[in-house]
Structures are given as structure tokens and as C-alpha cells.
């Protein structure tokens, strides 16, 4: 039987989320973890400290004009300066999308992302207790592909 999801409204952290998604037997799938360039990871931070502040809002279909109402992609591909929020059509959600960017990641990264093995990461933040298929870089294809616009 699922289980509901918390009341409208409530924002739950991630271990909280994959907690409820497990819970409804969902799916998650996890790429990477990537090396990304520390302004990269600085943008990263400014844009999960409005995430954490409570002023974003979740949308299931959001706009590029507004930070403060994202969807799960607009959120990542948020920080991004290059990519953003424009970058991604409505046509690309769920599985599709994360791929799309993670192929985009490959391809513009200034890192050789096959030569990094950054696992260790997975159960370093207790990610590793929970059900979630891990694509890492050496299984994404650099080029983009056919696969990042299907459905899955």
C-alpha cells in the first residue's frame, strides 16, 4: 500500500524524501558524483541556501524567470550559470532530463569525468541506505544521444 505523502506544504530534507520514496516503492537514479569547478560548487551552494530558506516553492512545471518556484530540474540545472534554467525544455522531465544534463555536464565539463572514481561519496553521505540506481560518469556517454529525449 503507499504511503501519502506528507501534507502541501512541508518541505522534507532528502533523507526524508527518499525515506517517503522508498516507502512508495518509486524509483530514484543518482549521476555521477561528478568534479565540478569550485564556482560551480560556490553557485551550488548560493542556490541551496534559497532551497533551504524556505522562500522556494515547488512547482511540477515551473518557469526560468522565477528562482523562487522550481521544479525538481529547474533547481539543478539553477546552478548552472551556462546551462540554467532556460536551457531545458518542458518536453524533457523525470529521468529524461536528469540524463539530458548529466550528458550536458559531460560534455562541457573542464574535467576528464572518466578519470575520476568519487563513490566513495555515495555511503560518505548515508546515500548508500537507500535504494537508488547510481549511473556514475564512466557509464554516461559524453556525446548527447538519442535516449535523452525518450521516455522512460
Not at 503507499?2 to 543518482?30: A, C, F
Amino acid at each position: 500500500m503507499l504511503r501519502p505523502w506528507p501534507e502541501p506544504g512541508i518541505n522534507l530534507d532528502l533523507y526524508q524524501t527518499l525515506k517517503v520514496v522508498g516507502d512508495n516503492g518509486e524509483s530514484v537514479t543518482m549521476w555521477g558524483p561528478f568534479v565540478v569547478h569550485p564556482a560551480l560548487f560556490h553557485r551550488s551552494l548560493m542556490i541551496t541556501q534559497v532551497l533551504d530558506s524556505g522562500a522556494a516553492r515547488y512547482r511540477a512545471i515551473s518557469t526560468a524567470r522565477n528562482i523562487l518556484i522550481s521544479d525538481c530540474i529547474h533547481a539543478v540545472a539553477a546552478m548552472d550559470p551556462v546551462f540554467g534554467r532556460r536551457h531545458y525544455p518542458l518536453i524533457r522531465i523525470g529521468k529524461p532530463a536528469s540524463r539530458y544534463i548529466a550528458h550536458e555536464l559531460m560534455q562541457r565539463s573542464l574535467f576528464d569525468q572518466y578519470a575520476y572514481d568519487n563513490s566513495w561519496l555515495i555511503p560518505r553521505l548515508g546515500l548508500s541506505s537507500y535504494p537508488i540506481e547510481v549511473v556514475p560518469p564512466q557509464a554516461i556517454a559524453k556525446a548527447p544521444c538519442g535516449l535523452c529525449k525518450q521516455s522512460d
